[in-house]
């Protein structure tokens, strides 16, 4: 069919596709039928392998279950639950594909045994995977990766500096399998991204300037023009980006979409969550720093993010001894008289105790916070459970390496992420889970596709998205 502009394909894992990229969503958010759908439409498909799911013989999701005794052997089970089930959701995509199309597979650098569970899944499935994508932390190690399985290999960054770092360090050791950098645009993508210290999270800036300075320093550092920097984050209709199509300044471009494929009929989302996207307004979705990964990322304002901006705001900072304005000890939610504070902290703290917020639970940070009983009772067993899903956890002081701890007091303003993304993947509460989504996702209600409840197959999203709308 024809394109948007003239957009044209691309050449990529060996056969022409077009440059439309389904972005890759964990904790199964996407998976083998919407990737495998995705790239039967022509463009390039990935599959989640954050977590992904596997299936009992009568076809029924098998539930990621951890009785072991040790955070280190549960740590090793969610590896061996992370490899069975990417390697399902690739081969199962493969086939739907039925060879047209590319399959990419997703991974946060981030989560807990990052390379076992790559090198896992790529040595199963040779021949089924064209590229990785990988952001949510540095992975220097991904191009080393690639070369040894002959994949592309895909890395997000929220910048030209970070694409720098990695290509000095060590990816120009393996240029002919840079398939594409991603540009994930930190103040407009859904999930996790990559915000600096150096920015602003209230002060979002212009993509255009910024995937500018991305080419450059590609250019600098002798990457063709030809390897597309794919934008993501934010991008609904094809027409709002015309003046980037065939653009000199930018080189090839490529266009990442994460958050309208969740509204198709192949989405493994459940109904709940679905239904929930068309009713969002503008300003729904919040950009925070909740995640136990210490990254921001963005997701849905419902209740159990509110429940987290709250928690946050029921905060004081102490000393161990009498210092400065910490002139009073703190009479209510803790043990022991070394809680110092001032005294408006302590009316504060005498308020949400009488509101039922009767339990201090001390931070990293030489704060406290004050929660419930129910809540305290929920923090800490879900502490008490990690399974070690990410790499460095500040929710419950994991590490994936070396001595297993982060050295760091656990903090109770976080929470368990794998425990709350599996849940709602799985037909959880939809108010009581994160729920993941782009800052574009309130369009859902203002877009007359999706008008009368109409939910597109895959197919028909790539063949809408091809038109410019």
């Not at 790559?118 to 992975?139: D, F």
């Not at 459970?385 to 956890?393: F, K, N």
Request: charged share 25%; with cysteine; aromatic share 10%.
């Amino acid at each position: 069919m024809s394109a948007f502009k003239g957009l044209s394909p691309i050449r990529y894992g060996g056969r022409e596709v077009w440059p439309l990229i389904e972005g890759g969503k964990g904790v199964a958010a996407t998976n083998h039928m919407s990737s495998g759908a995705w790239a039967a439409a022509g463009g390039i498909g990935t599959v989640s392998a954050v977590n992904a799911d596997s299936y009992d013989p009568t076809g029924k999701i098998i539930p990621q279950v951890y009785t072991q005794l040790t955070r280190r052997e549960r740590h090793e089970q969610l590896i061996r639950y992370g490899i069975d089930g990417a390697v399902e959701q690739v081969r199962r995509a493969y086939e739907l594909a039925s060879g047209k199309g590319a399959i990419n597979i997703n991974v946060l650098w981030e989560m807990g045994g990052a390379q076992p569970i790559l090198e896992g899944v790529l040595e199963k499935t040779r021949g089924l995977v064209a590229g990785v994508t990988c952001g949510a932390g540095m992975p220097y190690k991904l191009a080393e990766i690639a070369a040894r399985y002959a994949v592309n290999y895909l890395p997000i960054v929220s910048s030209g500096r970070a694409f720098r770092a990695l290509w000095k360090r060590a990816y120009h050791k393996v240029p002919e399998l840079l398939g594409a950098v991603v540009y994930e645009d930190p103040w407009l993508a859904g999930g996790h991204n990559g915000l600096s210290n150096a920015e602003d999270p209230k002060k979002p800036e212009d993509p255009y300037p910024r995937v500018k300075v991305l080419r450059d320093v590609m250019r600098a550092e002798g990457v063709p023009d030809s390897v597309p920097i794919v934008m993501a984050g934010g991008v609904w209709f094809l027409r709002e980006w015309d003046n980037w199509i065939d653009n000199p300044e930018l080189g090839s471009i490529a266009f990442q979409f994460g958050t309208r494929p969740l509204l198709t009929q192949e989405s493994p989302i459940p109904q709940a969550w679905k239904d929930h996207l068309r009713t969002l307004e503008p300003g729904d979705v919040l950009l925070h720093r909740f995640s136990p990964t210490g990254f921001y990322s963005s997701a849905v304002r419902n209740p159990f993010l509110r429940a987290l901006e709250a928690r946050s705001e029921r905060q004081i900072p102490y000393s161990k001894v009498s210092a400065g304005e910490h002139t009073v000890q703190l009479d209510v939610g803790v043990k022991g008289k070394n809680f110092w504070v001032t005294p408006a902290d302590r009316d504060r703290a005498r308020t949400w105790y009488g509101a039922g917020f009767t339990h201090a639970l001390r931070t990293p940070d030489d704060t406290i916070v004050f929660v419930t009983t129910a809540e305290r009772g929920e923090i800490q067993q879900d502490q008490k459970d990690c399974m070690g899903c990410l790499s460095h956890c500040g929710f419950s002081s994991w590490k994936d390496h070396d001595d297993y701890t982060t050295g760091r007091l656990a903090d109770p303003r976080s929470f368990c992420i794998q425990k709350t993304l599996q849940d709602i993947a799985h037909g959880g509460p939809i108010d009581e889970n994160l729920m993941f989504a782009g800052h574009a996702a309130y369009r859902f209600k203002q877009d007359p596709f999706y008008s009368n409840n109409f939910t597109p197959t895959v197919k028909q999203l790539v063949d809408r998205i091809l038109t410019g709308d």
